[in-house]
């Protein structure tokens, strides 16, 4: 499944006026074992053209892995699809000052920019379960009250959030089955996380049976 060129065209247009490069479509199976919802691509993912296929696409696969599936039978996308970044500079070896782009948390305007997007994908590619992936797709589709620390590793079985036509978000008349768990990257800042996440996945397993 991806979503049609036309919507994907008006996704480029509504955040055109930030600062974020690139598109990276979401893709999987037509019937996936489930959809997962990250932040926003990196510099990686607009090189490649491929959701997750970074630093952090790395640890997504062996979550995949540990819950006995593979990339291709799980659909992947996230909430926005361009690299939001902020300029920077760094230090060559030769002490010399560049400037370069750094990627950075996608704001509440690009998150709305490209809503609609999700949005399609979250009514047509039904999944039976979809995993959000840190706070932002958390926040996102179940609720700006949410918080990842709070319910990480439990099951919510409740409507999620969609644009309306005056673009607002407004609540699904589906309720739908959204299991958050932290983001792969946030082990990079913070070890201990993976055996939460290892924990949470074991929950989430015992989902796939009900
Ligand atoms: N983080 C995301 O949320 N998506 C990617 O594709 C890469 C990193």
């Known amino acids: 499944m991806r979503i049609p060129e036309e919507l994907a065209r008006q996704g480029q247009q509504r955040i055109a006026p930030y600062p974020v490069e690139g598109f990276v479509y979401g893709g999987g199976p037509k019937h996936p074992q489930m959809m997962l ?43 926005v699809r361009s690299r939001p970044y902020r300029w920077g500079e760094k230090k060559t070896r030769a002490g010399e000052r560049v400037k370069r782009k ?7 305007k690009e998150i709305l920019a490209h809503a609609p997007l999700l949005d399609y994908e979250i009514e047509h590619v039904k999944a039976p379960i979809i995993v959000t992936l840190g706070n932002v797709g ?19 079985i409740q409507p999620v959030q969609k644009l309306d036509e005056n673009n607002h978000y407004v609540w699904t008349k589906e309720e739908y089955r959204i299991f958050p768990t932290y983001h792969p990257a946030s082990i990079f800042y913070n070890r201990s996380l993976l055996d939460v996440i290892h924990h949470d996945l074991e929950e989430l397993k015992k989902c796939f049976t009900k």
């Open 102 to 108: 750094y990627n950075r948390p996608p704001t509440s």
């Open 138 to 156: 958390l926040k996102r589709l179940a609720g700006s009250d949410k918080k990842i620390g709070d319910c990480h590793g439990t099951l919510l």
């Open 37 to 79: 919802v990250g932040e926003a691509p990196g510099e990686t993912e607009i090189h490649n053209g491929v959701p997750f296929t970074g630093r952090a696409g790395k640890e997504l696969m062996a979550f995949i892995d540990r819950l006995g599936l593979t990339r291709d039978q799980v659909y992947i996308t996230s909430a």
